[in-house]
């Protein structure tokens, strides 16, 4: 069974952000000393959606082979553990760029909530087994990365993109209450790995 899947993040929340400040504040000290400028603290805790130790996932949108894309919401734990009890009989796992974002944040998360896997997957680099990255497979493991969007244009596929919200949006739109409309972008993300997928191992024309 093919697993094609997409996470939407956001940044840290609740008392960890009195963390976060602390951290900002040692890297505010040290910038100072080294005659740099650092970033204003929303723009550091906002980064922190790119980072499993202290982000936090919103969403995990999925679909097994050709089934219609499901999407798992709410509390952290119990999205990752229905994700790994659907993982456990996936036999090739695919997305873009989940070998270095979506994959690891979600095993860093699985170990801070006690999530066990239900899986334990090679992060070996230069192969496509059990993890079919379309961006690493794309650049067949050169140095640069294409976007998703940037991807299904060149081949001729609808874009997720196109419906006005990306990936640097997630955040201001779960502020604004607009949780509905970031699922529907993860599973328009998880349709487009899956097109992509299926054009660059001729599967569709």
């Known amino acids: 069974m093919k697993l094609f899947f997409d996470i939407e993040t956001l940044p840290v929340g609740g008392e960890q952000i009195n963390l976060i400040k602390k951290f900002w504040e040692e890297a505010k000290t040290q910038s100072k000393k080294r ?17 499993g130790e202290f982000g936090r996932i919103f969403c995990i949108a999925y679909a097994k082979d050709d089934e219609p894309v ?21 036999d090739l796992f695919i997305g873009h760029n989940v070998m270095d974002f979506d994959f690891r944040f979600i095993y860093k998360r699985s170990v801070i909530h006690g999530v066990r896997p239900s899986r334990e997957l090679s992060f070996a680099r230069y192969r496509s087994d059990p993890i079919f990255d379309t ?29 006005g919200i990306d990936g640097s949006q997630v955040y201001d739109y779960f502020l604004a209450g607009k949780g509905d409309e970031i699922v529907e972008y993860c599973k328009r993300d998880v349709e487009a790995v899956r097109n992509v997928y299926n054009r660059m191992t001729f599967r569709a024309s």
């Open 135 to 163: 961006m690493r497979e794309w650049e067949k493991w050169g140095a640069q990365g294409v976007g998703l969007h940037k991807l299904c244009l060149a081949l001729g596929l609808v874009s997720p993109k196109d419906e």
């Open 70 to 90: 499901k999407c798992l919401t709410g509390d952290e734990t119990r999205m990752l553990e229905d994700f790994w009890a659907n993982a456990r009989s996936a």
């Open 35 to 51: 005659g740099r400028e650092v970033s204003s603290f929303d723009d550091y805790m906002r980064n922190t959606s790119f980072q």
